[in-house]
């Protein structure tokens, strides 16, 4: 069973196929069976406390049921809480009058490309080194599958960009070193007894070389750590959702190809919303003869990844007791 010794299990998929209300089942699921969960959404359109139907869930860990939790990471608050974090940093380390400078650089970051993506990868691996500590099963509700594809290849990217800003900071510091060496400083021992204003800022740009390196060398290998979780294959799963129509399949084709390519550890596809053998009727008989079609093309196009198929219920699933009824349903088809 899929549930069966895995630490961190990935819920991707096109928007509106179902991901949240699996990922919901799959948490209570594993609970139920005594594991201790943790349940997190990185989608901007949070619907985890919908799916429970009870009060917004927000960035703290939220009791949802006996051994699970809920936690929900804000993409906005992320980049707020990362800027500031950038912003104090470099302070420490310039004079007052750079400040508004330094504001000014927030500002645009703020609406640069990636901004949210490089915030949310910095805190979802934070989510991971931790819960994998305090929890037996962690379960990401995923953004839909561009989004996720680019949070799962981020890793290898910021590494390779963070080695590029050591390496730029060690050939700084070197010119800084050569540049000393060619300043003039006649008489600084004996016509300034207080000593060389100069050293005082080599010793500033030491102090700030180090901790810009510490910082880029700790934020390297969390990224090197997690991009290793994400790519085991004994810890980690990636469970694609998906419903039996046809730009979700073609969605989920793109997606599979590109997740394959980077080796990430595919578990499988969950097919929801089949139409259940007993609905009846003139217009569901023809909209079950178009889904014999598109099962048949998921058969073939995944004939080697598993499928676990769930019918499509009467009335939507909001609450713990539909989340069981739900759990009962994926433990049935192999869960």
């Known amino acids: 069973m899929l549930l069966t010794g895995q630490r961190l299990l990935l819920i991707g998929g096109k928007g509106g196929v179902g991901k949240t209300t699996v990922s919901a089942a799959l948490a209570v699921l594993a609970s139920q069976r005594g594991q201790k969960v943790l349940l997190v959404s990185t989608d901007p359109a949070h619907s985890l406390a919908d799916a429970f139907g009870r009060a917004p869930i927000g960035d703290s860990m939220t009791r949802l049921a006996p051994n699970l939790d809920g936690l929900e990471l804000d993409p906005d608050r992320e980049v707020e809480q990362h800027l500031a974090k950038v912003s ?94 060619l300043t003039p400083k006649a008489g600084r021992d004996l016509d300034n007894p207080m000593g060389d204003p100069s050293q005082h800022a080599t010793a500033g740009m030491d102090e700030r070389n180090k901790a810009i390196t510490e910082t880029l060398l700790a934020r390297q290998r969390l990224l090197q750590r997690t991009r290793e979780i994400l790519l085991d294959h004994q810890q980690t799963a990636l469970l694609f959702v998906l419903t039996p129509e046809k730009l979700p399949i073609l969605e989920t084709m793109r997606a599979v190809s590109s997740l394959q390519q980077e080796q990430l550890p595919l578990a499988g596809l969950v097919v929801n919303r089949v139409l259940p053998e007993d609905a009846d009727g003139h217009f569901l008989a023809q909209r079950r003869q178009t889904e014999q079609q598109h099962l048949a093309q998921i058969n073939t196009e995944f004939a080697k990844l598993p499928r676990y198929q769930l019918p499509l219920q009467a009335s939507d699933i909001q609450g713990l007791e539909a989340l069981q009824q739900m759990a009962a349903l994926l433990s049935e088809a192999g869960f």
């Open 88 to 181: 104090a940093q470099l302070k420490r380390f310039t004079r007052p009058e750079m400040f508004v400078e330094i504001e000014r650089q927030m500002r645009l970051t703020r609406q640069s490309p990636g901004a949210q993506e490089a915030a949310m990868l910095e805190r979802i691996a934070n989510t991971i080194e931790l819960g994998l500590s305090d929890y037996d099963l962690l379960i990401f509700d995923t953004a839909p599958t561009g989004h996720t594809l680019r949070l799962l290849s981020l890793p290898e990217a910021m590494a390779a960009w963070t080695q590029g800003l050591l390496q730029a900071n060690q050939r700084s510091q070197k010119l800084g070193d050569v540049l000393d060496h």
